[in-house]
């Protein structure tokens, strides 16, 4: 496994461990928002990242809840830009493959 992977792999448990926080206190809705406190320092990178997307949202002071309309926006795009991203990938390796076939 490479760095790179291995670091997306880290940050994506990450994401996740916060996302199950909400859901394990039920802060699922701006009534049910919740003061949460990330135990780890990267839980808390993702934490702020939920925050600033929109997909954790802060219902008073100090209190946030999950948005789970905004979680799947947010999941959705994220889908799209990998599926972009390969397409773009494919293109340029079969260019790439072509050019050097041509040669």
Do not use: C, H
């Amino acid at each position: 496994m490479s760095a790179a992977s291995a670091a997306a792999a880290l940050i994506a448990i990450s994401r996740k461990r916060v996302i199950t926080g909400f859901r394990e206190q039920g802060a699922e809705t701006p009534g049910r928002a919740v003061a949460f406190q990330p135990q780890r320092r990267m839980d808390t990178g993702q934490f702020k990242r939920l925050v600033r997307s929109g997909v954790v949202k802060e219902a008073a002071p100090g209190r946030y809840w999950l948005d789970n309309e905004a979680l799947a926006a947010d999941l959705k795009r994220q889908r799209r830009a990998v599926l972009i991203s390969a397409i773009v990938i494919t293109a340029i390796f079969l260019l790439w493959i072509a050019f050097n076939m041509l040669r």
